[in-house]
């Protein structure tokens, strides 16, 4: 298995999601979410995957939790953290695209 590192501060993120109560429940999601913008802006779209969260994840969560309760957890975060990720790889509107194909064509008719 490859060892992956992480930077003090994508690590200080992860550790404030990790340590919570419900790493993917209503109080503590946002926690995910703030680690997860920050994989995008500071540790490079292209370094992070679900691999790689889940090599932390596999270390973190059984420590923590009954091990079928920390398999759950880590399919359901590595799947949101995955389609975060491709999202923000493939967001961009295709403005030259809609130009060309607009979504709603206006219908001609007497008016």
Not at 45 to 71: I, M, S
């Amino acid at each position: 298995m490859k060892k992956y590192k992480m930077s003090p501060h994508l690590k200080k993120y992860y550790d404030r999601w990790v340590t919570s109560d419900t790493p993917l429940g209503v109080p503590d999601i946002d926690k995910f979410y703030d680690f997860i913008k920050v994989c995008v802006k500071r540790g490079g779209k292209k370094h992070w995957n679900g691999a790689r969260l889940r090599y932390f994840l596999e270390q973190d969560f059984p420590q923590r939790f009954p091990k079928d309760y920390a398999d759950q957890l880590i399919i359901k975060a590595v799947s949101i953290f995955d389609h975060i990720l491709y999202y923000e790889r493939s967001s961009g509107f295709n403005y030259s695209f809609e130009q060309i194909e607009p979504a709603v064509k206006k219908e001609s008719g007497a008016g």
